[in-house]
């Protein structure tokens, strides 16, 4: 399965974003085969409104089932619903740290928004 | 550095020329080297104080308008029907049609509908945004286009230029100069910040503005302080004034008396705290409330 | 004739031009506040309201039973208003500008729009000046749909004087569009100046002829002067700084009313707008 990590960097040793729309880019790990791939949001950074909508239809896009972030917005929140993905949050400095924290089932699910629209 | 570290102070006003961005500037000399943000990217004027030495330019992109191809439009005028902004309009002596950019609001439903794929639609240059040293620190600015839109887009981008600097470079605080209003580009300039500063003056517009900045405030969650500038113009308004902020959950951060060497000052190219001024010690005062 | 007041810069008495203006007109003008993020003109004026409207922008509404999640509407839509993963698209209402594009792009027909409400349009009788205001919602971003409504109370059988938003940005042109003529508020500072500039340069583009009142004219310098010179600018106005003015300003009232010399100045004002109108202004 892949699972979306919000990140500043390309590697797993990289910080964790804890934005979610307005994260720098995504580390997308597959746990099959244990590889990843890095996407850049830079893009979407831009918008001025609707950057978690954007996000996550990049994370669509990749095929992730899950992310892994810091806080999620409204918009945000409806739109990974929708799209049946899952939001687990952490407060793990960097990527690696997220990911062993994933696979040890000790992630927090996320049910609701937990900061204001526009939070970035 | 983890980003909760840095504090961002966001300075605006709901109503127009109140004296924001003289005492935001004076904030950037009195806060020992912050990043500073202007994001009043409509009328940027912060940069008329600092004099910053540009040290990158990038240029700002803003979705896309419409261009109708006079050879391969039939003068159908289903483009016309269709837009809902009144953006597209006759050729004089009929027979095609032409978008006007100013109205344009880059929705596509035109280039989507045309019959005859006579409608382009190319990505717009809508301004830029720079990076600069400046005496103060460095700073983030931006110069919108001429009847440009989508301003809200440009702050945005300012205020994550001026946090990124913030974070790799360890300032611990962003100062944004926020536009006037309520309205798109006010949003994009203080949702998520740590703190706003309402900059008012002793008039019934000034009240009537703040009452309504406060709400935004609050609609947002940010904790607002208030200050009124030329207080001493209506001192019973100023007293009004800083009743209606307690009322409304905002902190008084203190009082600034009316001051022509603030029009000095600007003449210039200094920061009222870096002249001779009269109101200096009370920017002063107002800048230690904040507790930055 | 349709007159905007406008200015780079806020709070160069913008809507000190207007009222005072609109006043000296007397009857038979229409007075537009435009700066619907806040509108000030009714504290000065503080007329007899009128009426009040809701106003609204169509947001698309899906039916659920007709859509087979084809996704068409969020391919078009360029404000990730309408977004769709596979299933019955999302509504963002917020971010929707009302282009209509995603009911008509859909094959099923399972778009209707239906109103969201941005603010009101009030109304307002003050001593024979008609009041037209706009008011944004607090958390609304979107201005110019509702200056665009405010607009449309028009009476082209009157004067009307449009009291635009500060800046330069979409609001402004929303406003200053299908203008007859232009004032432009500035005051002689450095600040002044630098937003004066952008102004005048977006005013050019719109091709509406327009004039400078330099108000608070002896705080600064004569750089403003200068400019209007070398671009040949016509300055309709010039309004001292007169503490007298800042403080019948600063308690919501006329200075035509308060100090009675100024009267003959916004008649002059009126005088020359009509003048260089005729000529074409700058």
């Known amino acids: 399965m892949k699972v979306a990590f919000t990140t500043s960097g390309t590697t797993l040793d990289a910080p964790m974003d804890p934005r979610f729309g307005r994260a720098q880019g995504f580390i997308v790990y597959d746990t099959e085969n244990d590889t990843f791939e890095a996407v850049d949001n830079r893009q979407v950074l831009n918008s001025a409104h609707g950057a978690g909508i954007q996000a996550t239809e990049a994370i669509v896009r990749q095929g992730a089932k899950c992310v892994v972030t810091g806080h999620c917005g409204p918009n945000a929140h409806r739109a990974l619903n929708a799209a049946g993905i899952r939001i687990y949050t952490t407060e793990a400095p960097t990527v690696a740290e997220a990911l062993e924290a994933y696979r040890a089932g000790a992630l927090a699910t996320l049910n609701a928004a937990d900061v204001d629209g526009h939070w970035s | 550095m983890p980003e909760s570290k840095i504090q961002e102070l966001v300075i605006i006003s709901g109503k127009g020329g109140t004296g924001k961005t003289s005492i935001a500037a004076s904030f950037a000399v009195l806060a020992g080297f912050p990043v500073i943000a202007d994001c009043d990217v409509d009328a940027a004027d912060m940069h008329l104080i600092l004099a910053p030495s540009v040290r990158e330019r990038h240029e700002f992109r803003c979705g896309n308008e419409a261009v109708i191809r006079p050879d391969d439009c039939t003068g159908c005028g289903r483009c016309r029907d269709l837009c809902r902004f009144d953006a597209i309009a006759e050729v004089k002596g009929g027979g095609s049609y032409v978008v006007d950019p100013v109205a344009c609001e880059g929705c596509g439903v035109c280039v989507r509908f045309c019959p005859e794929r006579a409608i382009d639609f190319p990505e717009s240059l809508c301004g830029e945004w720079m990076v600069s040293e400046t005496r103060s620190g460095p700073m983030v600015h931006a110069r919108l286009g001429i009847a440009a839109e989508n301003s809200g887009k440009l702050v945005s981008t300012v205020r994550r230029e001026a946090r990124r600097l913030a974070e790799e470079n360890g300032h611990r605080l962003v100062l944004v100069d926020g536009p006037p209003g309520i309205g798109c580009p006010v949003i994009a300039s203080m949702t998520g910040a740590s703190q706003a500063l309402v900059v008012t003056e002793p008039t019934v517009s000034g009240e009537h503005d703040l009452e309504r900045v406060l709400k935004l405030a609050r609609h947002f969650d940010i904790p607002a302080a208030v200050c009124v500038n030329k207080w001493d113009l209506n001192p019973e308004m100023t007293e009004r004034i800083e009743a209606l902020a307690v009322r409304s959950g905002a902190r008084i951060a203190g009082r600034i008396r009316y001051d022509r060497a603030v029009t000095l000052a600007q003449i210039q190219e200094k920061a009222v705290v870096e002249i001779d001024a009269p109101s200096a010690g009370d920017i002063r005062l107002v800048w230690e409330s904040l507790g930055l | ?282």
């Open chain 3, 1 to 282: 004739m349709i007159i905007s007041v406008a200015s780079g810069k806020g709070g160069t008495g913008k809507t000190t031009v207007s009222v005072n203006l609109a006043r000296t007109i007397g009857s038979g003008v229409q007075l537009l506040d435009c700066d619907v993020e806040e509108p000030n003109a009714h504290l000065f004026l503080r007329g007899r309201e009128t009426g009040s409207e809701i106003v609204t922008i169509p947001i698309p509404e899906v039916d659920e039973s007709l859509c087979d999640g084809c996704g068409e509407c969020g391919r078009l839509c360029r404000y990730h208003a309408i977004v769709s993963f596979g299933s019955v698209p999302l509504v963002f209402p917020e971010l929707c500008h009302g282009c209509g594009g995603c009911t008509l792009v859909c094959p099923r027909g399972a778009i209707r729009e239906t109103g969201k409400r941005i603010g009101v349009v009030e109304t307002c009788d003050a001593n024979s000046i008609s009041l037209i205001q706009g008011r944004l919602d607090i958390g609304v971003a979107m201005a110019p749909p509702l200056i665009r409504a405010v607009k449309a109370r028009l009476n082209r059988e009157m004067t009307a004087i449009l009291d635009a938003p500060p800046g330069t940005s979409c609001p402004v042109i929303a406003t200053v569009r299908g203008s007859d003529f232009v004032v432009l508020v500035t005051e002689p500072t450095p600040f002044g100046l630098h937003d004066l500039r952008l102004a005048v340069d977006m005013i050019r583009e719109l091709s509406i002829p327009f004039g400078v009142v330099v108000n608070r004219m002896g705080v600064g310098d004569d750089r403003v002067h200068r400019f209007c010179r070398e671009e040949e600018i016509p300055i309709l106005l010039e309004i001292p700084d007169d503490r007298r003015i800042a403080e019948a300003y600063s308690r919501g009232e006329l200075v035509v009313d308060r100090v009675p010399e100024y009267a003959s100045h916004f008649a002059t004002l009126l005088w020359n707008i009509r003048e260089f109108r005729n000529a074409g202004g700058a």
